[in-house]
Structure formats: structure tokens, C-alpha cells
């Protein structure tokens, strides 16, 4: 009895640091933290009721989709950095002028906000293809959005 070996695929190694992120988020946008607040807040207005009836299974067990809903609500109030869409679409304008940047390195520095080009770098790892000059620039900006905002 002979055995046939099959070739099985090799699966890509997921790197963040080197924007390997899985095939599902090959071709997948990216939101700001604050963009997610938006629609969140913004969701009763569309479809009120809508997700209310509805449960969520978690580690914790099955959760009513509300209260996920509740708690990821909070969250995102807690960590935007940008209170109004326009703001928010100002701070993702500027950082697509920069054409090396992924849509996920964008939403990273929007979220985060780091200060100055060696702290970007070290939580960004891949950004490590832009010269500091060009990132210290972007974060300047973005810093005097983030102050100025209304």
C-alpha cells in the first residue's frame, strides 16, 4: 500500500509588525476609534431597536447583544481621540496625503496619537519606512488638530 503525501498550503505567518495581518484583513478598511464612536452613538437613529433582541455568544457566555453593544459604546467614548467626524476626517485626510502609509497604519497613529516619530515607530513598528522628518510632520499636525478641535 503505497501513501500519497498531499500538499497542504502554507499558512502565511500573521506579523503585524510587518502588516501581515491574515488573509481576512487583506482587503479590509480600517476605522478610527472615534469613527466607530460616531456610528455607534449614531446607530439609534437609524434603526432603533434593531439589535436589542438579539444575543452574542463570548467567552462569558451568551450576552445580550445590547450589552456588548453597551460596553463597546463606553469603550470607544473612553479612547477617541477626535469628538467630532470632522475632525476625524481632517486627521485621516492628512495622514492619506502620505502615500506610504496602509489604511491600517493610518487608523493606528489616529488611534493612538503618538507625540513624535521615535514613539510612532515603536508602537508601529512598520512604519519604520518613513524618515522621521516626513512622520514627525504628519504627528505635528495631527497634534494641532487634535487641540484645536471644537
Wanted: contains cysteine; proline residues 4%.
Amino acid at each position: 500500500m503505497t501513501t500519497r503525501l498531499r500538499h497542504r498550503p502554507q499558512l502565511e505567518d500573521e506579523d503585524a509588525s510587518a502588516l501581515k495581518l491574515g488573509a481576512e484583513f487583506n482587503n479590509a478598511g480600517c476605522l478610527l476609534i472615534s469613527e466607530v464612536k460616531y456610528l455607534l452613538e449614531n446607530r439609534d437613529k437609524d434603526a432603533p431597536d434593531t439589535a436589542y433582541d438579539f444575543w452574542f455568544f463570548s467567552s462569558f457566555g451568551l450576552l445580550p447583544l445590547v450589552s456588548v453593544y453597551n460596553k463597546t459604546l463606553e469603550y470607544v467614548k473612553t479612547f477617541a481621540k477626535f469628538n467630532t467626524t470632522d475632525s476625524a476626517s481632517a486627521v485621516r485626510e492628512t495622514l492619506r496625503r502620505e502615500p506610504a502609509l496602509t489604511q491600517f497604519e493610518t487608523a493606528q497613529i489616529a488611534n493612538l496619537c503618538p507625540v513624535d516619530a521615535e514613539e510612532a515607530k515603536s508602537v508601529i513598528p512598520s512604519l519604520v519606512k518613513i524618515e522621521d522628518d516626513r512622520l514627525q510632520a504628519l504627528l505635528d499636525e495631527i497634534q494641532s488638530m487634535r487641540r484645536f478641535q471644537s
